[in-house]
């Protein structure tokens, strides 16, 4: 069992960045695959990014590509979300995913954990 918990979130300005994190309870966090997904209001859940086990493979939606990237310290047992460059359209609520064993995995269905999520609003 994985509890994931969110933070960092908060309202900036266009151009502006944040530094989402996501701490993880259990002992073996390092067995999973982590994901960040986000739900604008009104719009359906979409992926943002995701990253392996070990933190050596990564990928990114195309929106986010170049401007997002997610990184994990697996000894602190958190992963992070280093988003530069907002836009009024990266608004909504962030949340953090987990999978065990998982691959990187754009599908929301394959990840077996859910944190809260956090809320990024990003003014223009």
């Known amino acids: 069992q994985v509890q994931l918990v969110e933070s960092g979130g908060g309202l900036v300005q266009a151009g502006g960045s944040l530094r989402l994190s996501c701490a993880a309870s259990?002992?073996?966090?390092?067995?999973?695959?982590m994901g960040w997904f986000r739900q604008a209001p009104g719009k359906e859940r979409e992926f943002v990014a995701t990253?392996?086990?070990?933190?050596?493979?990564?990928s990114y939606a195309d929106s986010v590509k170049g401007r997002f990237t997610i990184s994990r310290d697996n000894a602190k047992k958190t992963v992070y979300l280093q988003m530069n460059s907002l836009k009024p359209e990266d608004t909504g609520v962030y949340h953090c995913?987990?999978?065990?064993?998982?691959?990187?995995?754009?599908?929301?269905?394959?990840?077996?954990?859910w944190g809260q999520g956090t809320h990024v609003t990003v003014s223009s």
């Open positions: 259990g002992r073996t966090f390092s067995s999973y695959a």
């Open positions: 990253i392996n086990w070990s933190g050596g493979s990564t």
């Open positions: 995913t987990a999978v065990k064993w998982g691959g990187l995995t754009r599908v929301a269905g394959s990840y077996d954990y």
